[in-house]
């Protein structure tokens, strides 16, 4: 027995690594759906090494007897369609923003607060984190249970593809433009993102943050405390995949470097590489293709009385978008599904 699985948004970044993370993970689905636009409908996507699936229209799909669908098609798509899906009895679990602050859909990172996806029942929907904030919540875990995280000053250096394959494609063809001294166009960010780096992502807000911005201060507080006042400064960079953070931390109780690194290091999914040496830090180049959250650079914050600076990198394909909505499925399935796996 296992459970029909969909994946909405199949031919897109976030997409294609979702079917890879479920293939890699064994995850029991006794049949896989590949959905996307109506464009997309009779193309192949690869699920696995071996498998191919034949992309279907979402449109036109019919849910009823799907039990599990990851969707990442962006929010307008999850909006419509992962209302849809619930109604039919199938359980959405959702990588767009569009439902993550609705106080009756969980938002869940499994390592953190995998006990609030008993309340998935209410909307039949589950959000999935920003991806800055997957990567985050699963560093500052360990440090709050220690020490009662306060405030958290966050700088955020995200990589093309947190804006989907057609960012990728955006940074790949300026940076060949620019070597073959072609003209550069932006289309999908609002300067050259090629050689430059751009302190906005998403829209502005009225306080002047962007809703990026905004969106890690608010699900931090969703997912792990709403005690904890944070402040972050996103910024795209021209990486293809990989988020980086600097992350400054101020807690109520003292912690030393030393009980900080052990906490991490202990904590599943996160994994401390700090060897204060060339070399001794992971960055986002290394960190893509894996499913951990690397730290390094832990170091005391010297201007204030209880502070802690960390550096931290995931990939944002992986924990921070398919592998930890894998993972929501797979405490679905272990804890709250009927059918047995
Ligand atoms: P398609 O390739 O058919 O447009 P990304 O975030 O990497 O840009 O990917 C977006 C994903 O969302 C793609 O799989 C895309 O499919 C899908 N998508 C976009 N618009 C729709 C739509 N109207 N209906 C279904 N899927 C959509």
Redesign the pocket.
């Known amino acids: 027995m296992g459970y029909k699985v969909a994946v909405?948004?199949?031919?897109?970044?976030?997409?294609r690594e979702m079917l890879t993370t479920l293939a890699e993970r064994d995850f029991p689905a006794t049949e896989v759906v590949a959905?996307?636009?109506?464009?997309?409908a009779g193309t192949e996507v690869s699920y696995g090494e071996e498998k191919t699936l034949k992309?279907q229209?979402?449109?036109t799909y019919d849910f009823k007897g799907t039990d599990i669908a990851l969707f990442?098609?962006?929010g307008s798509?999850s909006e419509k369609y992962a209302p849809i899906a619930a109604a039919a009895g199938c359980v959405a679990i959702d990588n767009s923003s569009h439902f993550r602050m609705d106080p009756d859909v969980p938002l869940v990172v499994p390592e953190v607060n995998a006990g609030a996806v008993a309340k998935y029942g209410k909307r039949n929907i589950i959000a999935n984190p920003n991806c800055s904030t997957a990567q985050l919540v699963v560093a500052l875990k360990p440090l709050h249970d220690l020490a009662q995280i306060k405030r958290v000053v966050v700088s955020t250096y995200q990589s093309v593809s947190g804006?989907?394959?057609?960012?990728m494609d955006e940074l790949f063809t300026q940076t060949r433009a620019i070597y073959v001294n072609d003209p550069v166009e932006n289309t999908q960010f609002t300067k050259q993102i090629a050689f430059n780096v751009i302190p906005h992502i998403d829209k502005f807000m009225d306080d002047g943050s962007t809703k990026e911005e905004w969106k890690m201060t608010s699900e931090v507080k969703k997912i792990l405390d709403p005690a904890i006042e944070l402040v972050a400064m996103c910024v795209r960079v021209p990486v293809f995949i990989g988020h980086a953070e600097a992350v400054f931390i101020e807690t109520e109780d003292s912690l030393s470097v030393e009980e900080a690194r052990d906490a991490m290091q202990d904590f599943p999914g996160l994994v401390v590489v700090d060897h204060r040496a060339d070399e001794g830090y992971v960055t986002p180049q290394e960190c893509a293709g894996e499913d951990a959250v690397y730290v390094s650079r832990v170091r005391k914050d010297p201007t204030v009385k209880n502070g802690l600076i960390f550096w931290c990198v995931s990939d944002n394909l992986r924990k921070g978008a398919a592998l930890n909505a894998v993972q929501i499925a797979e405490t679905l399935v272990k804890n709250h599904l009927e059918k047995a796996a």
Not at 8 to 15: F, I, N
Not at 35 to 40: H, I, Q, R, T
Not at 163 to 167: D, I, Q
């Open positions: 909405v948004g199949a031919t897109g970044a976030v997409g959905l996307a636009s109506e464009k997309s992309v229209n979402l449109a990442s098609a962006g798509i804006a989907g394959k057609e960012g």
